[in-house]
Every structure is written in structure tokens, then in C-alpha cells.
């Protein structure tokens, strides 16, 4: 089979597709014939040796994938040869065979598609975890969602207007604003500010003129991928008993909120990670896969696929996302 193997971390361009063996699944995991592979920031900073997280070296990286079954190993059940499924690995889907734990694989609806489902496994897997179980969103619930453009952002959007909630995207370009409307955000929220103090204000004066602030009312629920400033002007524009759910830091600042102000306003702060549930709480997280492909099959979701590209042009598919070229999924694809 053909792979991108990293054999030293470096630079993407450094980094060559080579043939491998096909892999054979054991207890527990399936084997997947890869027809659709959905790229992350993440897999860029894993390919220069950045991640958090080292893999030993060499080794086939890449998170996302989908396609079908062509082997199971020793004590799997929920998965069948010929199956139509998309993954969640923590490494191995940069390849045109792919093995994968049987708990992260889940089955594919009639008419969805690999490339869709392989763009928005994560995404959405981390979305609806903090919309579903985190801030418990429901019809009529007013919400702020930061980083709204970004993958997360933009799936969080979509699953609230799913759920009949009103949803104020928070922005940071024009260009960013009209993705998330895209997504079915209600109103945009600016969040250029010089400091903290002048983004506090600017965004209780947008998020009052939104909701009516002034009078008590504010958001229900913040969603939060950036962290930094922006958790600290969200935590300003909830009303009393808001819950502030924590995807991320796309800021690279870690917050740490005044606990007298949560007490005072009877603020709830919630995490939501994503890959710990896989262990912990396996349940719910086959539940959410299972609900938010029903609502792509349905056709109220899209997948935010702004480009694709051949598995042999990895490296500018890659280009996309490090240099911010495309707003949106950047997916690779297998001829098959």
C-alpha cells in the first residue's frame, strides 16, 4: 500500500509518500480500504514533530479517514467485512489501508459520503460534545460561539441552529463572518479589541444590542475554542447561571477565571475534551456519531469541503491550512 511515512520529523515538504505493507488487524481492529482522508492543523504540527504528542519513529500519522471493512481481527463485533465506516485514529489514516481500534470506527449512513464523513469526524465529534453533553443546548437557548470560522467553531454553529438555538458567532474578519453565516450563525460578534478592558465592553455592547443584556438576558451558553482574552470577555456576557464550555485555546493562552465573579453571577465553567471519551465514556460518544451523521444524512449538516486533493498532493493540501489559504475542510482523496 502506499503511506506517508514521517521517518524524521521536519518540514511537510520533507516527508515522502513510500510502500508498506498492508497491515493486518488484531484483536479488536479492523482493517479499512481508505478512500477519504480529512486533514487538521493538528496532523501539520504532528508532521514537523510539534504535536504534544511524539509517535516513535518511522510511523504513517493521520486522524481521519473513511471507507469500507476488509478485515476484522479476533473479537470484533460491531464491525463487518464490507461495512461502510469512518474513523478516528490517533495515527495511520495517511495510508491507502488502514487499521483502526474497533471503538473508533462507526458506521456510515446510506448516501453520505467517505470525503464528508472523513472531514467532519473530528470537528464534529469534539462539537457535539460540548453542545450535547457540556452546555446541554436546547431550542430557544441563545449562544456565543468563539472561533466560529474554524472547524470546531464552524461544526458547533451548525449543531446549535441544528437544535433550534439562536447562535451569535464571534469573528474576528469579514471574510471569517460569512463562513459562520454560511454555517447558519444569526448574528456576528467582532472581536477586534486593542486589550481586555475594550474587548470586554465591545462585547457586552454587541451581544445587549443581540439579546438585551441590559435587561438580564445575555447568552445561555458560551463556547469557547480560542481561551485567552476571549474566555474572559465571554464570562461577561452570560447571563445569570451561563455555563462557559472549554473546547480549546486556539490563542495559545491559557485563562484563569476569577472564581468570586463565577460565584457571584452562579456561573458554571465546564471542560470538553474530546479523546478521553473514547475511554470514558465510549457510550456517548457513539451516540453523538451516530446523531450528527443522521442530520448530515438528512441534509441539515454540511462538511465545509473547500478543497480536495489527490492523495499524491499532500503536501499542498497541507499548504491550504498552515497558510491559512482556504476557509473551510481540506480533504485528501484515493482513485479508487
Known amino acids: 500500500m502506499r503511506a506517508i511515512v514521517v521517518q524524521e520529523f521536519g518540514p511537510i515538504s520533507s516527508h515522502k509518500i513510500e510502500q508498506r505493507p498492508d497491515p493486518a488487524p488484531g484483536a479488536r481492529e479492523v482493517l479499512i480500504d481508505n478512500h477519504a482522508v480529512g486533514l487538521n492543523f493538528p496532523d501539520a504540527l504532528m508532521l514537523q514533530g510539534k504535536y504534544q504528542k511524539r509517535p516513535d519513529r518511522p510511523f504513517v500519522p493521520g486522524r481521519d479517514c473513511a471507507g469500507t471493512?476488509?478485515?476484522?481481527?479476533?473479537g470484533t463485533s460491531?464491525?463487518?467485512?464490507?461495512?461502510?465506516v469512518v474513523a478516528q485514529v490517533f495515527t495511520g489514516a495517511f495510508g491507502e489501508r488502514v487499521i483502526a481500534p474497533e471503538n473508533r470506527c462507526f458506521p456510515l449512513p446510506e448516501g453520505v459520503a467517505f470525503a464528508d464523513a472523513a472531514a467532519m469526524i473530528t470537528p464534529f465529534n469534539t462539537a457535539w460534545a460540548a453542545v450535547d453533553d457540556r452546555a446541554a443546548v436546547k431550542a430557544g437557548d441563545t449562544v456565543m460561539v468563539t472561533g466560529a470560522?474554524?472547524?470546531?467553531?464552524?461544526a458547533a454553529v451548525q449543531l446549535c441552529r441544528a437544535r433550534g438555538a439562536r447562535v451569535l458567532a464571534a469573528v474576528s474578519s469579514a471574510e471569517k463572518g460569512e463562513l459562520a453565516l454560511r454555517n447558519g450563525a444569526d448574528v456576528l460578534i467582532d472581536t477586534n479589541a486593542a486589550d481586555l478592558a475594550t474587548l470586554k465592553e465591545r462585547l457586552r455592547e454587541q451581544v445587549a444590542k443581540a439579546t438585551?443584556?441590559?435587561?438580564?438576558?445575555?447568552?445561555?451558553?458560551v463556547l469557547d475554542t480560542v481561551g485567552g482574552d476571549l474566555f474572559e470577555a465571554g464570562l461577561r456576557v452570560l447571563r445569570f447561571a451561563g455555563r462557559m464550555v472549554i473546547i480549546g485555546f486556539a490563542s495559545g493562552v491559557i485563562p484563569?477565571?476569577?472564581?468570586?465573579?463565577?460565584?457571584?453571577?452562579n456561573l458554571s465553567v465546564l471542560g470538553s475534551p474530546l479523546d478521553i471519551r473514547f475511554d470514558k465514556v465510549f457510550g456517548e460518544v457513539e451516540r453523538g456519531v451516530s446523531a450528527w451523521l443522521s442530520l448530515l444524512a438528512a441534509g441539515k449538516l454540511n462538511s465545509?469541503?473547500?478543497?480536495s486533493y489527490d492523495f499524491g498532493d499532500f503536501a499542498a493540501a497541507f499548504d491550504q491550512i498552515t497558510e491559512r489559504k482556504v476557509a473551510g475542510k481540506v480533504v485528501l482523496r484515493f482513485n479508487r
Open 69 to 74: 471493512v476488509l478485515a476484522t481481527g479476533p
Open 78 to 84: 460491531r464491525c463487518q467485512v464490507g461495512d461502510r
Open 149 to 154: 470560522s474554524g472547524g470546531v467553531g464552524a
Open 212 to 221: 438585551g443584556i441590559a435587561e438580564g438576558k445575555g447568552c445561555d451558553a
Open 256 to 265: 484563569a477565571p476569577r472564581a468570586n465573579y463565577l460565584l457571584y453571577n
Open 304 to 307: 465545509n469541503i473547500a478543497a
